[in-house]
């Protein structure tokens, strides 16, 4: 069965970055985009991008625009997601999703999702 | 694209029919997918492509719409129910959310 496993919760200063990751299993690592959306505390979803494990091609919402990096390690079938210089408004719950059958078919997989809390 | 859900809340008791709307500032061509949150959860697929229900989601789900207006229609609602529900656009990028419609017990 896909699962989508993250790490853990992490807590940085402003200024700092911080580097999630989201192992996949029990499917073909290279086949699906890996999509990533956080949740602000009591806010709404917002998709900041996705890569495509297979070329490592990227899509970043213009938001995000030098301030994230989606890379991915084919060995591990991981996918990651960095963001630099962390705002208060950074903490989130960051997700990774993939699609179930085709590129706009919307997330049917998730990750469980990685708490990040910026602050000082 | 944004996207505008509509109403930001309700209140409805079991079995009621339930109809949260979705309307895009510019037309999507049904790139449109639904999903329900409960808290502490990632969101779950209901709807994709405006209309298609998602393998085993409950037949009380449905979906419609085209060009900038979408509907999310639960026909009788069950205690299971009780979410946040959210639009979100694939056509055009960067895809977007809505902002939420939470449904809450009357």
């Known amino acids: 069965q896909v699962q989508l496993v993250q790490s853990g919760a992490e807590v940085k200063k402003p200024g700092a970055s911080v580097k999630v990751s989201c192992k996949a299993s029990?499917?073909?690592?290279?086949?699906?985009?890996m999509h990533w959306v956080r949740q602000a505390p009591g806010q709404g979803l917002e998709w900041m991008g996705w890569?495509?494990?297979?070329?490592?091609?990227?899509n970043y919402a213009q938001k995000f625009q030098g301030r994230v990096t989606m890379t991915r390690d084919t060995s591990i079938s991981t996918a990651y997601m960095e963001l630099s210089r962390l705002r208060s408004d950074d903490t989130a719950v960051y997700y990774c999703a993939r699609d179930n059958s085709d590129f706009w078919s919307g997330y049917y997989y998730w990750g469980q999702g990685t708490l990040v809390t910026v602050s000082s | 694209i944004q996207l505008t859900q509509s109403p930001s809340s309700l209140s409805a008791s079991v079995g009621d029919r339930v109809t949260i709307t979705c309307w895009a500032s510019q037309g999507i061509s049904s790139y449109l997918a639904w999903y329900q949150q409960k808290p502490g959860k990632a969101p779950k697929l209901l709807i994709y492509a405006a209309s298609t229900l998602q393998s085993g989601v409950p037949s009380r789900f449905s979906g419609s719409g085209s060009g900038t207006d979408y509907t999310l229609t639960i026909s009788s609602l069950q205690p299971e129910d009780f979410a946040t529900y959210y639009c979100q656009q694939l056509n055009s990028y960067p895809w977007t959310f809505g902002q939420g419609t939470k449904v809450e017990i009357k």
């Open positions: 890569i495509n494990p297979n070329s490592g091609g990227t």
């Open positions: 029990g499917y073909t690592f290279t086949g699906y985009y």
